[in-house]
Structure formats: C-alpha cells, structure tokens
C-alpha cells in the first residue's frame, strides 16, 4: 500500500524545499511531493505541526558485533539508531575482528540485511589490524562495500602510513576518516587538560593532541591531494584549521559529536565515567568554536561516536573506564535543543549536518526527497518535550551522561524506504 | 557548629568553617595520646575498615591509631592480599566489606575519584586516605592545624608548596584548605612538574626556590619521585636537588622562623638535607603527631 504523509513542513536542503507539502510513497521510493495530495488507496501519517526531512544518516557508530556482542550487536545497533531518528548508520571498523578483510565486511552487511530495518555502511580499517603499519586491502574492501577507511579509535602514528592511506584511496574515492590523536602528547590523559583536570588530579589531554594531528592530516591531504575526514572535532583549534583547509581549496570534512556541542569538562567534576570519551570534553571556548563551525560549514556533519561499553567496563574508577558514549538515541535531541533552541542555528542547516553533508562525505544516494529518491524519511517535532532515560534505550548499553536531562526536540518517526520503523508514540521499532 | 558530612572526600567541597572546626576537634582529641591510657570510648562498638590499595606506612598506622584510641573496631585490608588480585573490581571489593555491617571505610587508592566513586556504591562514611593526584584531605589537615599550631593562624601566613605539583594530592589538600582559610599560597617547582591552570586555584606560581626562600613564613616540601624523572619532567634528581632542594646554606637566607615541613617519606639530600631534617625550625615528626590527632577528629566528627 502508498504511504502519505500529509501536512507536515517539509523540510528538504538538497531541493531548497522548505513548506508545508505532501508526500507519496510507493514500493520504497518517493512519488511525489506537492500541496494536497487525495488520499487515494493508502495509509495516511499526518504530520501537521512536524517536520518531515529526508532520512537522517549518522556517519559514525561503533556497533561491537564482531566481538562484544554485550554491548551492542548489529540489530541492536540499527533499532537504537532507528529510534534516534536514522535510516542509515555508518559502523566504524574497530571490531574483533577488525573490518581489514571482505569477509567481515560481507558478515556485517549480511546481519544488516537480515535485520533490515535500516541501512548499515561499513568502514573498513586503513591498514591491517588497525596497526598503523601496512596498508590494509582497500580495494577489496570496496568490493565488498565500506563506504570509507579509518582505523578510528588508532590513530595512525606515521606521517607515512597515513601519506600512503590518503593517496591510495584515491583511486577508490574513499574518504580517510581521521581520529586525530597525538598519542605521545595525550599519553594517559583521560580529560581535558586545563584547571579542571588539575582540580580533579586526573591526567590531562592537551587539546593540541588533537590539533597537532589535524593540521597533519591536512597537509598530507594538501600532499596527497586525497580526501580527509576529520573525525569528532572536539577543539576549536582543529576548527580553525579546518576553515584554512577549506578556503584553500582541499578536499577536507569533518564532524562534530552531540556531547563536543553540550558539554564541556565541568561536566567530569563528579567523576562519572559516562563523561570519559575521546577526545575528552573540552572547554566552554571549545564548545562556542564548534557550534560555529557547523553553523558557518566548516563542520559538515554531526555523527554521534556511537560508543556502547558495558555497565562492568563503566562502573570503575574513571582513569579504568573506557571511552565513549552511547550517544544515537540522544543525538537528534541534543542537536535540537542546543543547536536549534539555544544556539539559534537554522534548522535547515541542521537537517543538512544529518542529510546532505554526511550523504556527500560517503558518496550515498540519499539524503534527499528527490522524487524517484529511496523513501528514507526522519520525521521531527520540534516542540516536544521530553525526558532522557536511558532505561528505555534500545541500545544494548546504558553508558551516557544524559540521563535524566530534559530536552525539546524530537525525532519521532523514521520511515526506511518507504516501511515505518519508529514511531514515538508506540515506542516501538 | 553542627557536622553535617557523612564522608571526607577532600578538603576542596569544606568550607572554611568546617574545617576550623575540624582543627578545633583536633586540639581536644590531642591530648589523649599523651595519656598513659591511651582510649576513650567514644566510637565504641563502630567498625572501621582501612582499603588501601596503594603502599603506605604512615597513613594507615595513623588512621589505625586513631580508630583505635577512639575504641573502634579496626581491619585493614591491602590491595596484595585482598581478591582484588583475583579480579574484583573497587565496587564489588567494597560491598562485600559492607556486607559485613561496617561503618566506614577509609581508602587510599591510585586512581584520582576513587573515593567518590565508592562514596556512590556504598552506605558507610568513606574517608579518603588519598586518591591519586586529586587530594589528601587528612595529610592537608594536619600540615593546616601544624602550621596554625606553631603560627597561630593561618589568616595572611605565606606558604610556599615546593616540589612535583601536577602529582601531588598533598599539595591540592594544603592549597584549598589554606585558601579557605586565608593563606597566601605559593607553588613552587620546575615549568614541568607544575599543572595547567593552577592559578585559578589562587595561587600563585614560582619556577625558582631561592626567589621566595626569603618571603615565606612556611615551606611545605614535597617527595619527588624518581620515576618522574625516567617519565621526562626533569633531567636527573642530582639538578631537581641542586635547584629545588632545602640545604643550611639555602635556609641561610630564610626568615629565622621559618616552618619546615614535608608529609614524609623523605628522601634525605634530595628535598632537603639530613641538616635541614635536624633543625628545630623542621617539624615532620610533629606533622605525623598531629596526624593521628586529626584522624581522632575526622573520624570522631563523621561517625559519633
């Protein structure tokens, strides 16, 4: 049967559609979009007072199927970012086994496929094992179907390693997602370095750990003229390199996490171990140059660094805990009440960090409610309010910061061509 | 005044009330260990459990005594010889102490929040004995009631905290408590052992030893240890000592009633010398006198 969605404010930035119109979806795909379209012979979603924008893509999660099915497993992963609001997440290669061989990528999308309600995109590993030491079979990767190498969580050591990644992905067109970490600068750090982290006692990262690499990563893009991602930008100096690197012209994109726009290392003061995540929460400053960043473009996407551990790995003192944070079902949330209501960016231009930008990064078809486009839907409600629990996740984990937060601003239904896989109202998936 | 606090954490969520009110706590307590009897009954029938994860002579014996002479039952417990060695984890460790009906816990541990971590997983009063290099609260105390001891007050002395800063939980303890209580605070150390920010604590920062050796009422010295040295901080113990070490001829230049202190061990002829360690203006084996006092007072204050 069609599906209608009627009334809602369509909100499409790769059309420069932004009314109240219609839309009509069948077998997958969308039909049409225009003012009043008859409900002929199909189900009706009214979406009078919300927002309908094109599917939202979060471009960086760690499922932890192969290895730590605990914590999270491919299904568990895709219904979590179902009921973020997302038909399509990009799963980053630090499994166990890591994503560097066509068969872990084929295992991945055969799960996917098998769970099916929305789309998973592998990343494969730049170089084997995430070592850092030789480079991984991309080609075949490709074949197989990742849509970008990183060996995120490892950043890569060699200045010539990384040379290597960006040329040779070149000839595949595959961006090279960076997690910029100046290992022997950051050594143990497990925050932010800075008054807090000498209040607390805590090892500190200097946030030129981070900088050091990224202004690395850009001049072997510049060198390599190959296509660098910037992961999880966390300071507002890789921001400022960022803008250089683009008024010059490289081809080079980045990211930006929720809780790298809403929380800064204050947040550490009780040592929570749900607040350790890398790179650590930085400071106010930092957190005013990346809200910049994404409101003047120099920051592409908004990707959650999906991280589940464990309530055993969390429970610990917090210089033993792991780093990350359960972050797809807050995402959307986050984006809203602190980019659209606090921050006064434009929703467009947020709808752009979830569609358009990362769409573009990864070479995806989608992103768009172009007519003939998969029917990849994210419906929005801009005045709810809600209540983070992290008790009602689907996430297989538990470890966030924002538990208990209240937040306005909702994704309350996904749409997966064409097939509803969220609604809020239900709770379901 | 009424004491509210279930647990100790550290020395930088007290007020300065309170924290006078500790010392004055600790001014009655003092006494008792020069009895022949040394026990009252006031804790009697409490059971105070000592974790300590961390090697320690002087902190564990103390707080020991002090439970002790207060008549409170005591175990201790060494991360060596407990399951932690087995693989149970800080929390687990802790609710299997409870389990067993106690009512504090005191804990030294590595891991700087350890103690407050705790403090979420049980219901006894956790004291923190020291936790990485966050704080010290018992050992900030006790240099705090030494110095008002000898000084009379704390209100417009000057301290200088000399030695590795970034690491110190000793130095955390003494820089919020002598704030609070109206110190002037100056940290002194190489540009490396010195942690990002510390004047927002209100201290001041100084990279050399003979500039403040004159201005200071109290020099409060710290270990250093070794393994900073193999970590890169600083070039050989021989240049730590020769630039930062308290000598005679350095205290030369010192007021003539200057305090020395150091919250021990001490190693001889790199902080200070075996001369320094003699003189009557060094009062380290007051400190450890007092510290027992203080944990009397802490403990008294926490569980009566």
Redesign the interface.
């Known amino acids: 049967m069609k599906l209608l969605i009627k009334n809602g404010r369509v909100v499409d930035p790769a059309n420069k559609i932004d009314g109240v119109l219609d839309i009509l979806i069948d077998k997958g795909k969308i039909i049409s979009v225009r003012k009043n379209i008859p409900a002929k012979a199909c189900q009706v979603i009214d979406a009078k007072g919300k927002v309908v924008a094109p599917g939202f893509i979060d471009m960086h999660v760690h499922l932890r199927e192969p290895g730590r099915e605990d914590e999270e497993t491919i299904s568990s992963g895709m219904k979590a970012g179902a009921a973020g609001g997302f038909c399509s997440i990009v799963s980053m290669a630090n499994t166990n086994p890591v994503v560097d061989k066509q068969e872990v990528v084929k295992f991945i999308l055969r799960k996917a496929g098998e769970e099916g309600i929305i789309s998973v995109y592998p990343v494969g590993a730049v170089t084997k094992g995430l070592k850092g030491e030789e480079l991984a079979e991309i080609g075949e990767l490709k074949e197989a179907g990742v849509v970008a190498v990183s060996d995120d969580g490892e950043p890569i050591r060699s200045s010539f390693i990384m040379r290597c990644g960006l040329a040779y992905s070149k000839k595949f067109d595959l961006p090279v997602i960076s997690h910029s970490e100046d290992k022997d600068l950051s050594q143990g750090g497990v925050m932010d370095?800075?008054?807090?982290?000498?209040?607390?006692?805590?090892?500190?990262i200097?946030r030129q750990a981070e900088e050091i690499m990224v202004a690395r990563d850009i001049k072997l893009a510049e060198l390599t003229h190959g296509r660098l991602h910037i992961a999880h930008v966390s300071t507002g100096g890789s921001v400022e390199l960022l803008r250089q690197a683009r008024k010059k012209g490289l081809r080079v994109s980045a990211e930006a996490a929720p809780h790298h726009f809403s929380l800064t290392s204050e947040a550490v003061k009780?040592?929570d171990p749900n607040t350790r995540v890398s790179p650590p929460l930085r400071s106010h400053e930092d957190v005013e140059a990346i809200i910049k960043g994404l409101g003047d473009g120099t920051i592409d996407a908004i990707a959650s660094d999906h991280a589940p551990h464990s309530l055993?790995e969390k429970?610990?003192?917090?210089?033993?805990a792991p780093s990350g944070i359960d972050g797809i079902e807050t995402e959307v949330g986050l984006a809203l009440n602190v980019l659209y209501y606090e921050k006064k960016i434009k929703l467009v231009e947020i709808i752009k960090k979830f569609t358009t930008g990362p769409a573009a990064i990864l070479g995806l078809r989608e992103g768009t409610l172009s007519i003939g486009a998969k029917a990849n839907i994210t419906i929005l409600d801009l005045e709810k309010k809600w209540r983070v629990d992290k008790n009602k996740f689907f996430s297989l984990s538990r470890n966030t910061p924002f538990h208990g937060m209240s937040l306005k601003g909702k994704a309350v239904m996904t749409i997966h061509q064409g097939k509803i896989v969220y609604n809020n109202e239900t709770s379901t998936v | 005044m009424d004491w509210k606090r279930k647990h100790l954490l550290g020395l930088e969520e007290l007020e300065a009330q309170e924290i006078e009110h500790i010392l004055d706590t600790t001014d009655s307590f003092r006494e008792i260990s020069t009895r022949a009897i040394k026990k009252v009954p006031t804790l009697r029938g409490r059971t105070i459990v000592n974790l300590f994860f961390e090697p320690s002579t002087r902190t564990r014996t103390s707080f020991e005594l002090a439970a002790k002479r207060l008549s409170a039952d005591t175990v201790s417990i060494s991360a060596q010889t407990s399951s932690v060695v087995k693989g149970e984890t800080l929390k687990d460790t802790a609710r299997n102490i409870e389990a067993m009906q106690i009512d504090a816990i005191i804990v030294r541990h590595s891991m700087s929040g350890a103690p407050h971590f705790l403090s979420r997983c049980v219901e006894a009063s956790v004291i923190n004995a020291g936790d990485g290099c966050h704080e010290h609260p018992t050992q900030g105390l006790l240099d705090i009631f030494t110095m008002r001891e000898k000084k009379g007050s704390i209100k417009g002395l000057k301290v200088a905290i000399v030695g590795d800063i970034v690491h110190s939980r000793v130095a955390r303890s003494n820089i919020w408590g002598l704030k609070k209580l109206g110190a002037e605070v100056i940290v002194v150390a190489p540009p490396t052992l010195i942690p990002m920010g510390i004047e927002e604590m209100g201290v001041k920062v100084c990279f050399s030893l003979d500039e403040v050796i004159g201005k200071v009422d109290v020099l409060n010295i710290l270990r250093i240890q070794l393994e900073r040295q193999k970590g890169g901080l600083f070039p050989s113990l021989r240049e730590y000592s020769r630039l930062y070490g308290v000598t005679a001829d350095r205290l030369k230049k010192a007021k003539k009633d200057i305090l020395v202190m150091h919250p021990g061990p001490v190693n001889l002829g790199v902080e200070l010398t075996a001369e320094v360690a003699n003189d009557p203006r060094t009062v380290i084996l007051e400190q450890v006198t007092n510290g027992v006092a203080i944990r009397m007072a802490v403990l008294y204050l926490l569980l009566q």
């Open positions: 370095e800075g008054v807090m982290s000498t209040i607390l006692g805590l090892p500190g200097p009780e040592y055993e429970e610990v003192e917090y210089g033993l």
